[in-house]
């Protein structure tokens, strides 16, 4: 794996010519504005902020890091020139060889480069973006991990939760549920009256921010999986104050306490969500007493704000890759591909029909590991699932709505489903209804479904080799 840390990651990025640099942005609501519409140009640089106002030169935010599907591929060390679902596929079967590293112990931490202790903590210092306008706050947090160790077994969990900054050393950790692994280890603290030690580290090695997002066994480090990404260790050092294991080359890591939230919580939120709404009121939330603050020099804070769709953390929807895999090991067989569209709000499956009712058993397996996706759409492999547009044609050509739409109810949703009325959540409601679309051609007479005009992927590949120049206007050479 060429790049050893977030900086190195960004040198990569700039040589691939997707790199913007913008000066003189400003924290409160620009360099949140500026990344989503950023996110929204059919090639969607990354962006490095400097010289951001009120903030020492050097000290800065990089945002869109792993958008599109060419840098989410180079972040996984996966040929970023492949197309999307290819990529998508090489990463799905990486993913199931992966061989797990366990982070190696260094002595040598560029991250303590600077550190403050107690009473010299100041988070103010840090250019935190107020992202989007109704926010309740700034947020250091939005791309960064949190690191915890589990007091029974000692295992160290280390995903992402949000980070929102209240004053000079204390910050708020949002566990969407209380299922979260972080969540769960805190608990164990609090149970015995006791604070949880804590470390949210910002600016990670990309490997570390796409583990952070990955649903894995509680007892299994997102370290270890960072490691099999890289197939090399992450390097940590021991944290001076909480002894945690910390990356040593990430930008800036806070050390401290969560408290147990009978002794505090503070107001949290609202923050804009990855469906693009504010669902989730504000909330009272554990509270992160921040006593040590370690950085590099002119440290790089990795923002990833939720944005409305289709803007998203990861060009390539990875969930859509555990999904394949799912399919895979549940013995489903000519799966052509997986893709999840809208933030990850609608999965598509396209399988190689083989027996009646093949297509149903693929969409059925997809729709119960999708998270808050409402829709979840089977077509059959001449159509491209990363494909919005092809999709849609399927389901508007080969979809009887009467007989090949079925509704399954009290499903996996979330508090962020916009769509679950408040009084609902209130009563605890987190489930909505899927719509499953097969959009294929019926099984029964496929044979006999009106062939498709269209020309083959090869026949318009070997036309555009052929013809290409002409069409772009230039001389055929
Ligand atoms: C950019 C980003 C921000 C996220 N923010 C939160 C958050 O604030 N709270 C939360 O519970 N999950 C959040 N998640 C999702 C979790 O990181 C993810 O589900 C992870 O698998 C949870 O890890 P765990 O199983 O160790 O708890 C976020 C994910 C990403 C990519
Ligand atoms: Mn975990």
Redesign the pocket.
């Known amino acids: 794996m060429p790049y050893r840390d977030l900086r190195e990651f960004i040198a990569e990025v700039d040589a691939l010519g997707a790199l913007r640099r913008i000066d003189g942005a400003d924290q409160r609501f620009e360099i949140g504005g500026i990344t989503e519409v950023a996110a929204g140009l059919p090639d969607c640089p990354a962006l490095l902020f400097d010289r951001i106002s009120g903030f020492p030169p050097g000290v800065r935010v990089f945002t869109n890091a792993t958008t599109n599907a060419q840098r989410a591929a180079l972040a996984l060390g996966i040929d970023p020139r492949l197309p999307p679902l290819d990529a998508l596929k090489a990463w799905m079967k990486k993913r199931e060889g992966l061989k797990v590293h366990k982070p190696k112990p260094v002595n040598d931490a560029p991250c303590l480069e600077n550190s403050a202790r107690d009473g010299d903590v100041d988070l103010q210092r840090f250019p935190a973006p107020y992202w989007h306008r109704q926010d309740g706050g700034p947020y250091i947090g ?2 960064s991990i949190v690191i915890m160790r589990d007091p029974d077994d000692g295992w160290i ?6 980070v929102q900054v209240h004053g000079k050393a204390k910050v708020t950790i ?4 209380l ?5 769960i280890i805190a608990r164990k603290y609090w149970d015995k009256g006791e604070a949880c030690p804590v470390a949210v580290v910002n600016g990670e090695d990309p490997a570390l ?1 796409i583990a ?5 066994p ?1 007892g299994q480090s ?1 370290y270890d999986f960072a490691g099999a990404i890289k197939d090399e260790p992450i390097e940590v050092f021991a944290g001076p104050l909480t002894g945690l294991p910390l990356p040593a080359r990430a930008e800036i890591i806070l050390e401290g306490e969560l408290v147990p939230p009978s002794r505090e919580t503070l107001p949290e939120g609202p ?1 804009g969500e ?1 469906t693009g709404y504010y669902a989730a009121d504000k909330r009272p939330c554990p509270v992160m007493e921040v006593r040590a603050v370690h950085h590099r020099n002119d440290p790089i804070l990795l923002g ?1 704000p ?1 944005m409305k769709p289709p803007r998203f ?2 060009g390539l929807p990875f969930r859509a890759a555990s999904i394949w895999s799912n399919l895979e090991s549940a013995g489903v067989t000519d799966v052509a591909g997986v893709w999840q569209h809208v933030a990850q709000l609608m999965t598509v499956v396209a399988v190689r029909q083989r027996y009646d009712g093949h297509a149903k058993r693929a969409a059925l397996i997809a729709a119960a590991n999708s998270y808050m996706g409402r829709l979840v759409v089977v077509v059959d492999d001449d159509v491209d699932p990363s494909n919005l547009a092809d999709v849609m044609w399927a389901i508007t050509t080969r979809c009887e709505p009467s007989e090949q739409i079925d509704i399954v109810r009290n499903a996996w949703s979330s508090a962020l489903d916009p769509r679950i009325p408040s009084d609902a959540k209130q009563r605890g409601v987190t489930s909505h209804s899927k719509a499953i679309i097969d959009a294929c051609r019926p099984f029964a007479w496929k044979d006999k479904f009106p062939p498709t005009s269209a020309l083959s992927p090869d026949e318009a590949r070997a036309i555009a080799d052929k013809w290409g120049n002409a069409l772009k206007g230039t001389r055929a050479t």
């Open positions: 939005s791309g969990n280390a995903s992402i939760y949000r949002q566990f969407d549920h299922g979260r692994h972080g969540a921010f952070g997002f990955e649903y894995l509680a997102e923050f990855f990833s939720p953390h990861f």
